[in-house]
């Protein structure tokens, strides 16, 4: 089984929908973060969690928010989608040794 | 401020050598890795650096220069499956907090 999943894995939505994106992890890593990836302007961090009390933003936060509802999960929510925001998003984890990112498979976010 | 370069395409003959640099301009700097990414996965750790030198691992080598903001992956024998994004990752921060910043990413293409 896949030790970071995201779900869901694809969705089409309308602009100024409320959407919800989930991310697991079974790795036991207390850190977890949310990027987007567009081509051509690779991986942005969006928002990051240390631990379930810890909440902070990253380089593109504006339009964003999250809820970390414990060390397992971590979700991001657009409040009101545009365009935009349409892109693939990772969540991903890390240990607190090297950082090495750990990432999920991927949500591919469409609004029109 | 952080900032991470990398050239945007590559392309390479199978059997070659090819080296991927990534040249960075960063406060709290606190390592450097490099992620591959094939198209349409998440990304996945490849090798890490954190002191100046070479770090081997089978056909994958990576270098850093901390004084010169360098760092270079190179790849010995490239097979086809070696098509793929090459993703440059700075860690920076202090005090225990440390968050990453990648750059926009190394496509290489390899052709028979």
């Known amino acids: 089984d896949a030790d970071v999943t995201q779900t869901p894995r694809n969705r089409i939505t309308k602009t100024g929908k409320r959407i919800m994106l989930e991310c697991s992890q079974t790795?036991?890593?207390?850190?977890m973060y949310w990027y987007r990836q567009d081509p051509g302007l690779g991986l942005r961090l969006i928002y990051y969690s240390f631990d379930v009390k810890d909440i902070n933003k990253g380089e593109i936060s504006d339009g964003y928010s999250v809820s970390r509802q414990a060390q397992a999960k971590f979700s991001l929510s657009l409040e009101s989608a545009i365009p935009n925001q349409t892109a693939l998003y990772f969540c991903?984890?890390?240990?607190?040794?090297?950082?090495?990112?750990?990432f999920g498979p991927g949500t591919r976010l469409t609004v029109l | 401020g952080q900032n991470i370069d990398q050239p945007t395409e590559m392309t390479a003959t199978e059997g070659a050598i090819v080296q991927i640099n990534c040249t960075y301009q960063?406060?709290?700097?606190?390592?450097l890795f490099w992620y591959q990414q094939h198209a349409g996965e998440a990304p996945t750790f490849l090798s890490y650096?954190?002191?100046?030198g070479l770090e081997e691992k089978g056909r994958f080598s990576s270098f850093l220069s901390r004084s010169k903001g360098y760092s270079y992956l190179l790849l010995k024998e490239l097979q086809m499956k070696d098509s793929a994004s090459y993703l440059c990752a700075v860690k920076r921060g202090g005090g225990g907090s440390y968050i990453p910043t990648f750059g926009r990413g190394t496509s290489l293409i390899v052709h028979p």
């Open positions: 650096n954190v002191l100046d």
């Open positions: 960063t406060s709290g700097f606190n390592g």
């Open positions: 790795k036991g890593h207390d850190r």
């Open positions: 991903a984890t890390s240990d607190d040794l090297r950082d090495t990112q750990y």
